[in-house]
């Protein structure tokens, strides 16, 4: 089930928050994953090929993983609205088919003048990490992300100079 929508203005986050999704990998998350992004790595789509690896059996796209980071960030926290500027990714083992990844996003950083935070990233399967990394996201403040607010920002500015 998606997680409901939940937007944090810059004012509303604080060091130590923290916000964690749980996905289980289905075999179509990643048929899917291949499809939209042309990787059609045989280590993903093939049992035949993946038994031969080092993993045994067919592995998640690291960057499908990764992409679970980015919905933490885009539907939690911070939410709606939030823009990525940077991730660093480590995978540090991988994710089989039918792992349920619990995948969480604390934040780490905040630097106010710029409206940007840093929020540390780890993805886990049975407790063991599988990914760790770091964002940096912008995030909006009330006054910009409030069409009302900003309207009555602009209508203190005289006519002339408008
Ligand atoms: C292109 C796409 O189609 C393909 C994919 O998407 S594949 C899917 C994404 N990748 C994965 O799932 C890989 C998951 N990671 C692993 O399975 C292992 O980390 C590894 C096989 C990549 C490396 O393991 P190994 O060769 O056994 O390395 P060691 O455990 O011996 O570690 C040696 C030192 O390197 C450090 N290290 C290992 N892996 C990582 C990593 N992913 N990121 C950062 N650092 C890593 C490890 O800590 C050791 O450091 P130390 O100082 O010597 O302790």
């Given at each position: 089930m998606l997680p409901e929508l939940r937007v944090l203005y810059f004012e509303d986050l604080e060091v130590g928050l923290s916000e964690t999704l749980t996905k289980t990998i289905a075999s179509s998350d990643v048929v899917g994953f291949a499809e939209i992004t042309g990787d059609r790595n045989p280590i993903h789509l093939s049992e035949h090929f993946a038994a031969?690896?080092?993993?045994?059996?067919?592995?998640?796209?690291?960057?499908?993983?990764?992409?679970?980071?980015?919905?933490?960030?885009?539907?939690?926290?911070?939410?709606?609205?939030?823009?990525?500027?940077?991730?660093?990714?480590?995978?540090?083992?991988?994710?089989?088919?039918?792992?349920?990844?619990?995948?969480?996003?604390?934040?780490?950083e905040l630097m106010p003048e710029r409206r940007r935070a840093r929020l540390a990233c780890l993805c886990s399967v049975a407790g063991e990490s599988v990914l760790d990394g770091e964002a940096w996201v912008k995030v909006p403040n009330r006054a910009e992300a409030d069409p009302l607010a900003v309207r009555m920002e602009r209508s203190r500015i005289p006519p002339s100079e408008a």
């Open positions: 031969r690896t080092p993993f045994g059996t067919r592995i998640a796209h690291g960057l499908y993983t990764a992409g679970l980071i980015s919905a933490v960030l885009g539907t939690r926290l911070p939410g709606p609205g939030a823009v990525y500027i940077s991730q660093t990714l480590n995978f540090r083992a991988p994710v089989r088919i039918g792992d349920t990844v619990d995948v969480t996003v604390t934040v780490a």
